[in-house]
């Protein structure tokens, strides 16, 4: 089992950035593949990045790709999400999440641990 605690999140202007993260207690941050999700207010929750267990590969839905940075830190088992030149469509609240399958998973069907999330505010 991990409990998955979130943190970061705020209100910024856009073109802004913000760095998320999500701290991990329990079993070994690298026992999990990693994942962010977000959930706008009267939408379903989307996959946003993942990161695998060992931190070799990385996988961005197209509408944050080269604006978005998924990293881990093992020593501080923590996982990051670095977003850039931030739109006031990114506002949602966000979620990190933990998987015991391993390739690219985006569905949340396929998580298994979750935050409680942490609000972004992108202003226009």
């Known amino acids: 089992q991990v409990r998955l605690?979130?943190?970061g999140?705020?209100?910024?202007?856009?073109?802004?950035?913000?760095?998320?993260?999500?701290?991990?207690s329990g079993r070994p941050f690298s026992s999990y593949d990693m994942g962010w999700f977000r959930q706008?207010?009267?939408?379903?929750?989307?996959?946003?990045?993942?990161?695998?267990?060992?931190?070799?590969s990385t996988y961005y839905t197209d509408?944050?790709?080269?604006?978005?940075?998924?990293?881990?830190d093992n020593a501080k088992n923590t996982v990051y999400l670095?977003?850039?030149?931030?739109?006031p469509e990114d506002t949602?609240?966000?979620?990190?999440?933990?998987?015991?399958r391993f390739g690219i998973q985006i569905k949340t069907?396929?998580?298994?641990?979750?935050?409680?999330?942490t609000q972004v505010t992108v202003s226009s």
């Open 5 to 7: 605690v979130e943190s």
């Open 40 to 56: 706008a207010p009267g939408r379903e929750r989307e996959f946003v990045a993942c990161l695998s267990w060992d931190g070799s």
């Open 92 to 100: 949602a609240v966000y979620y990190c999440a933990a998987t015991q």
């Open 63 to 72: 509408f944050v790709k080269g604006r978005f940075t998924i990293l881990g």
């Open 9 to 24: 999140g705020g209100l910024v202007q856009a073109g802004g950035s913000l760095r998320l993260s999500c701290a991990a």
């Open 109 to 117: 069907s396929e998580y298994d641990y979750w935050g409680q999330g």
């Open 82 to 87: 670095q977003m850039n030149s931030l739109k």
